[in-house]
């Protein structure tokens, strides 16, 4: 995923607060004594480069997460939905994750013409996508993860970016997809520039501001950040258990 200028960075995570779908929770291990709030972790794949660290901390923590998939470049040189990927996606399955669609081709969808969407790729190019096109798109990484676990997606998704539309935000209701945003103090910034943004004031910044019912989001590797925020997790996961927050999976009722 390109990083944002960290002006519109913040102000897209702010605007994108309201897109989040109000959606039944399936509980993780709790934390140590009396819960006083519940917080939704969730990774967008990225490049996939701190997929296995990720993984870790949240096994030593006994932390579910729900993660959202689409088929991106990784930094081993192939993509996130590829076959050489399965055995990672099948131990995140046994884990008891939940898991989520972020479109195939991780394009951001534009703007609303008549009943259509424009929809940019990550190369530049524009296509103009109708609802059935759009439910394509979510489709393509339910399809995949099928075939490399056993298991579908749950029927959520988080648009790349958190850009919709409303065409796009209908087509996906549609097809059986709710929309997964973020909430403002979720905005970990793990895409902004570490210069600007470094890892101590973003992790300060979240045990901050994060409060009861927040999603929070980042990735499972970030092209642009030259000091990655992944290996904060762990001190952001005890943290948040030291202030008494539990953490569950977004899921869907059936």
Not at 94 to 120: L, P
Not at 121 to 133: H, I, V, W, Y
Request: proline residues 6%; contains cysteine; charged residues 20%.
């Amino acid at each position: 995923m390109m990083a944002l200028p960290a002006p519109l960075a913040l102000a897209l995570a702010l605007a994108l607060a309201t897109t989040s779908v109000a959606i039944s929770a399936t509980p993780a291990a709790p934390a140590a004594g009396p819960c006083k709030g519940t917080l939704y972790l969730t990774f967008d794949t990225g490049n996939m480069r701190h997929a296995e660290l990720i993984a870790d901390t949240l096994a030593r923590h006994a932390v579910k997460a729900t993660f959202f998939l689409a088929q991106e470049k990784t930094l081993r040189g192939d993509h996130a939905l590829d076959a050489s990927w399965a055995p990672y996606w099948q131990a995140r399955v046994a884990e008891g994750h939940a898991f989520g669609s972020h479109t195939w081709r991780h394009g951001s969808f534009r703007e609303d013409t008549g009943a259509q969407v424009r929809y940019r790729l990550m190369d530049g190019r524009s296509e103009t996508l109708d609802a059935r096109a759009v439910c394509d798109e979510l489709k393509g990484p339910d399809t995949r993860f099928q075939e490399l676990t056993g298991r579908r997606l749950d029927p959520l998704w988080r648009a790349p970016g958190g850009r919709t539309t409303p065409n796009a935000l209908a087509a996906a209701q549609a097809c059986g997809y709710r929309h997964v945003g973020w909430a403002p103090a979720g905005f970990l910034g793990d895409e902004l520039p570490s210069q600007t943004y470094p890892n101590e004031f973003l992790l300060q910044r979240a045990l901050d501001r994060l409060k009861d019912g927040d999603i929070v989001m980042a990735h499972l590797g970030i092209w642009s950040r030259k000091d990655p925020f992944a290996p904060m997790l762990d001190s952001l996961i005890s943290g948040l258990k030291g202030k008494g927050f539990c953490f569950a999976t977004r899921r869907t009722q059936p």
